[in-house]
């Protein structure tokens, strides 16, 4: 019966074999034998067996998890509707069950993301976070971060439901490094596209300050999505800026920019670069916090422009400060860095932000005025 049948399948799907290649070839020969759309029916609960649900989600889970190509199989015959309606089932094993094939789902293909945020995933999912500790809780964060990855629907839908409110206790220390990774990556997508309700959500929701957290953590994914939401945050208006600025964000920014990845350094060397052109106050502070060095040094070793732009503009701006600031920058190697910039193929406002940074220091005297032409810079400008 089926019952028995899908006993048998999720046993086999789930099961240890010998050696990879048997196991692929067992879950090849179950799913090309049509087990999937008959799973999938069965989540509809005609049968009236608790069981029967049971091990069909869990089969279908296996066969999802190990084979993305299967994920296709199911959304065709409705499957993300069905496993949308079990993230509420009563008992956590179906949930879990159903939230990480949800997961696979729509890690396999953009168009399943779309598809599960029109099934109405988002709300269950935000639901689900509230299971502290649990496999479900990683689960839907997972969903969540790929439903609203460039998605207005799926991020206005995050924050109808509340889930920004969800989301922010955990971006704490204290939870998991991949619900970390997960919350910051769903807070930078909301942040980077500047929409008003969801910039308001994240402020109103107290993102901010564990954000900055994030950037000296142990996670360098993390820093990485933190950076970026913050640098996005510290554009989006007045409110979110001012916010930054008081949660004392020098330190940690000044941090990235020389650990984490790439994205991260260039993140937080945007965020420095809106900050240093919004106040005077956010300049001295940048300096204060040892900003110059790290900055010199991450124009220096980038090929890439975006990073090498914020920093133009970012030492222009140090630089109108005063003589002490001048000076830490031609120590740290400013001027052959901020001459580098002045080729052909520099975007106009480095070329324009390196050349005015230079002609701050030739205004210092006979010295910086020399280090300026062995450095070639006379030809350029």
């Not at 296996?62 to 069905?82: E, M, Q």
């Not at 800026?241 to 940690?252: E, I």
């Not at 990845?261 to 106050?281: M, S």
Request: hydrophobic share 55%; charged share 15%.
């Amino acid at each position: 019966g089926p019952r028995h049948a899908c006993a048998f399948a999720r046993w086999q799907t789930w099961r240890r074999q010998p050696g990879a290649m048997a196991r692929d070839s067992l879950q090849d020969a179950i799913a090309q034998a049509g087990a999937i759309p008959a799973l999938v029916k069965l989540l509809a609960g005609g049968s009236g067996h608790r069981d029967v649900l049971r091990n069909a989600v869990g089969a279908i889970r296996g066969l999802v998890a190990r084979h993305p190509a299967n994920a296709s199989d199911v959304v065709k015959v409705g499957g993300i509707d069905l496993l949308v309606a079990l993230l509420a089932d009563a008992e956590s094993a179906v949930r879990e069950d159903a939230v990480a094939t949800l997961r696979s789902i729509v890690g396999a293909a953009d168009a399943h993301r779309g598809l599960a945020v029109a099934a109405g995933a988002v709300a269950p999912c935000v639901a689900l976070l509230a299971e502290d500790g649990s496999a479900s809780q990683e689960h839907a964060a997972g969903v969540l971060r790929s439903a609203v990855f460039g998605s207005e629907r799926g991020q206005s839908a995050l924050v109808e439901a509340s889930g920004v409110v969800a989301l922010v206790p955990l971006l704490d220390g204290a939870a998991s490094v991949a619900l970390r990774e997960h919350a910051a990556a769903i807070c930078w997508s909301l942040a980077y596209e500047q929409r008003a309700a969801s910039v308001d959500a994240l402020v109103d929701a107290g993102a901010i300050r564990p954000l900055v957290a994030l950037l000296v953590g142990d996670s360098p994914s993390a820093q990485e999505s933190a950076a970026g939401a913050l640098h996005s945050l510290a554009a989006g208006g007045c409110e979110p800026q001012a916010l930054l600025v008081a949660c004392d964000p020098w330190s940690a920014l000044v941090h990235s920019l020389s650990s984490g990845t790439d994205i991260a350094q260039e993140e937080a060397a945007g965020a420095l670069r809106v900050l240093a052109v919004a106040a005077a106050a956010h300049r001295a502070a940048i300096a204060a916090a040892g900003g110059i060095a790290p900055l010199v040094a991450l124009a220096e070793r980038s090929r890439n422009w975006r990073p090498r732009l914020h920093v133009a503009v970012v030492l222009r701006s140090l630089s109108v400060l005063g003589p002490e600031e001048r000076v830490a920058m031609v120590a740290a190697g400013g001027v052959p860095v901020l001459v580098g910039m002045l080729s052909d193929g520099a975007p106009e406002l480095a070329w324009i932000s390196a050349a005015g940074c230079l002609r701050n220091f030739a205004l210092d005297g006979a010295r910086h005025r020399a280090a300026v032409v062995e450095a070639g810079g006379f030809s350029p400008l």
